[in-house]
Every structure is written in structure tokens, then in C-alpha cells.
């Protein structure tokens, strides 16, 4: 009976070391999106949060009235159950040291899929694009992005499905130039049109310093959907053997 007792005892501290162990396991980074559930690192990583997540000032100790916003420095630490239970956070990077990711824990890694490589000239930095879609886009859709930087080509930039109205790409934006860009569900008669289903111009974002950020968008209409005023192409020229290639003419008046 004691035997059976002491092996007991023994698997039980056995349980906690390694609890105690695991809780220690940290990541260090700069934030690029906070929220569902999730904390994204400017390194394409993300990592899931615990229920009673904390939020700790890296200085004080206390916590934290600094919220886990884009460009924040954050520590990352684990619990047993490889969730993030503290986040402690600086606007330095000073107050975090660099630490590489746990090799334990890369089962709790979200693919938000490969970001778009930066061109070489200049500065770049990620951001993170979620956009809404109309109700009208279908469950098989897929969405892109038509940018200035990609000759405006309509598969240029494929983005991540998040949920039934939610898309989501990371890629590198160059810094003090004004990036133009559009939506589009892979044709240029697709291109996201405004409320009143007139085409819409270009999207538009400046960054003016090197930190990450998120930018959230909504669509209204697709060009090509029902309602709006986009008419098909002409798929040929008038011949005598096609002599009205044109079905959306009104019809010629008679002489």
C-alpha cells in the first residue's frame, strides 16, 4: 500500500515539474493582430489565448492599461495546455528580450498563408488586410487583391479564407508611398463596386513609419453580381452572319 502510495506521489510532482516547466516557455515579438482568440506576431506566427489571459506591464509588473494593439512588443507565455496565459507588453523593444519560438508549441501555429515577397528597393513592412464580403459571395469564392504594386492584375494576391465573410492576407507594403489597391473575386468584371454599384476608386494606404499594423475593410457590391450596373463584354465584332453581337443596345429605330 505505501508502494502504491509513494509511486503516486511520485507521478504527481512528475505532472507538475512538467506543468511548471511548460508554463515557463515564452515568445518575444512585435504584435500584428490581437483578437479572436488569437495573438499574431509580425513573424506570420500565431498563437491561441487562454480563457483568463493576462495583460502585464513589462516594467511594473502590474497590469497593464497598454493595449495588445499592432506595433506593441509583447512576451508571450504558455501554460500547460500550450495557450498563451500572460502577455506581458512594452511600446520598446528594449523591455523584451528576443527569444526564439518553442518547438512545443508549433502545434498551436494558424497558416495564415505565405505573404507576398517585398520588393527589394526601399522599406517594407507586413500588414495584415481583413476584409468583409457582401452576403452575396458565394461559399466557393475566392477573394484577392488587385494593388498598384502587382500591375493591377486580379489573382495577383490570394487571400486566406478566415470565415463565411471573412478574408485575410498578410504582405509587405512599402513605407512613405501611397499603395492603391482593390478587391476582387478573380476577374477585373469583379472588382468591388460602392453602395451605389458604381465602380469605386482605389483603395488607399500610407504608411508613414516602419511599425506593423491591420487594416479592416468592407466590400458592398461585386462588379459582376446581380444589380449592379456592369454589363458582360462583347465576346465579338458585328458580322453578316452576327449582325447584333450587342444584346444590351436598345434596339435602332426603323427608317
Excluded at 508549433?106 to 527589394?120: C, D, E, N, S
Excluded at 494606404?205 to 499594423?213: D, E, P, S
Excluded at 458592398?220 to 447584333?244: I, K
Aim: with cysteine.
Amino acid at each position: 500500500m505505501r508502494l502504491v502510495v509513494a509511486c503516486c506521489f511520485v507521478l504527481i510532482v512528475i505532472a507538475l515539474l512538467a506543468a511548471a516547466v511548460c508554463a515557463q516557455e515564452i515568445v518575444n515579438g512585435e504584435i500584428l493582430d490581437y483578437g479572436k482568440g488569437y495573438v499574431v506576431l509580425t513573424t506570420g506566427e500565431s498563437y491561441g489565448l487562454a480563457d483568463a489571459v493576462q495583460i502585464i506591464d513589462a516594467e511594473s509588473g502590474q497590469p497593464s492599461s497598454l493595449k495588445p494593439l499592432p506595433g506593441v512588443f509583447v512576451r508571450l507565455t504558455f501554460d500547460a495546455s500550450g495557450h498563451v496565459a500572460t502577455l506581458t507588453v512594452a511600446r520598446s523593444a528594449k523591455a523584451i528580450a528576443l527569444v526564439k519560438p518553442p518547438t512545443s508549441f508549433a502545434h498551436v501555429t494558424v497558416p495564415l498563408g505565405p505573404p507576398v515577397p517585398a520588393k527589394p528597393q526601399g522599406e517594407f513592412v507586413p500588414v495584415a488586410f481583413v476584409v468583409v464580403v457582401p452576403s452575396t459571395t458565394l461559399p466557393g469564392d475566392q477573394v484577392y487583391m488587385s494593388t498598384s504594386e502587382t500591375s493591377w492584375m486580379p489573382t495577383a494576391v490570394r487571400m486566406d479564407r478566415v470565415d463565411a465573410r471573412h478574408f485575410r492576407v498578410i504582405i509587405d507594403v512599402p513605407v512613405g508611398t501611397t499603395f492603391l489597391y482593390l478587391y476582387t473575386r478573380g476577374s477585373p468584371q469583379s472588382l468591388e463596386r460602392d453602395a451605389n454599384g458604381l465602380q469605386r476608386t482605389a483603395r488607399t494606404l500610407t504608411l508613414a513609419t516602419g511599425a506593423a499594423q491591420a487594416v479592416h475593410d468592407a466590400i458592398e457590391h461585386w462588379g459582376d453580381e446581380l444589380g449592379t450596373s456592369l454589363l458582360p463584354p462583347p465576346q465579338t465584332f458585328p458580322t453578316p452572319y452576327n449582325p447584333a453581337p450587342f444584346p444590351n443596345l436598345p434596339p435602332s429605330p426603323r427608317p
